[in-house]
């Protein structure tokens, strides 16, 4: 950090995977962490292991698709932590089906956690930004952003987080926000494990198969992601800002 004020960031589903990762990453740059999920108990790992290491964590449980529930937690983050001017928005979901088997109800669920949770933290978090004058926002999208097959609801939310992206710094420049986006490829999460279920291949072989098509020649880890966000939640980043960077290990089209 370039500065010595401690920085307060807040990141949703960060109970495990990549928001884990960020949330540890983030603390480890020197920021107070709001560790936000559905259920705040399962945050407990997460917040140990920060606390651990000699930071500073707090668990939060809330619904990022619930308006009410959204304000009540960044207005706990502000009383507890301080006023939060950095944001991950990772909460996500996986319903993935065909598009003639899908439910409204798995359209619903998926664009309401991604596009409708990332809206309303980001609405609730901004005003503490603006008046610190200093903001970073990140938003998970994907690499099926460009369209993947049984996952028309996740990929339609995923690219919408880019354009979200994309207006937030447009808007919110003027104010010393910056607004940005990562699209993971092929990452080792329980959401891939549970894409390698949903096909029916065992995890390792899913994995096997994948890094064949990975320039790298690897998959990726949670860690892989955080660094990048890490990167743009940087006081240094401040010129970097409505740009969608794949950590996918190599270049998509």
């Not at 668990?59 to 991950?88: F, M, N, Q, W, Y």
């Amino acid at each position: 950090m370039s500065t010595t004020e401690q920085r307060v960031a807040i990141v949703t589903g960060a109970a495990r995977g990549i928001g884990a990762a960020t949330a540890v990453r983030l603390a480890a740059e020197g920021r107070a962490v709001a560790v936000l999920d559905l259920d705040e108990a399962a945050c407990k790992d997460t917040v140990e292991k920060i606390t651990a290491a000699g930071g500073k964590a707090l668990a939060v449980g809330a619904d990022v698709s619930d308006e009410a529930k959204v304000e009540a937690a960044v207005a706990r983050v502000a009383d507890e932590l301080g006023a939060p001017t950095i944001l991950v928005n990772n909460a996500g979901v996986l319903r993935d089906n065909l598009l003639f088997k899908m439910s409204a109800s798995d359209w619903d669920t998926v664009i309401n956690v991604h596009l409708r949770g990332a809206f309303l933290m980001t609405r609730a978090v901004q005003k503490h930004m603006v008046d610190a004058k200093f903001g970073r926002v990140v938003n998970l999208s994907s690499s099926s952003a460009l369209g993947n097959r049984g996952q028309v609801n996740y990929s339609a939310a995923k690219a919408g987080l880019q354009g979200f992206t994309k207006t937030l710094a447009i808007e919110l420049g003027k104010f010393g926000i910056t607004a940005n986006a990562v699209a993971p490829g092929f990452i080792v999460t329980d959401m891939t494990a549970a894409t390698a279920a949903r096909v029916g291949m065992g995890f390792e072989e899913f994995q096997a198969a994948a890094a064949t098509q990975i320039p790298v020649q690897r998959v990726g880890r949670p860690q892989d992601v955080a660094n990048a966000i890490a990167f743009f939640t940087d006081d240094q980043a401040g010129f970097v800002s409505g740009q969608v960077l794949y950590v996918a290990g190599g270049p998509l089209n």
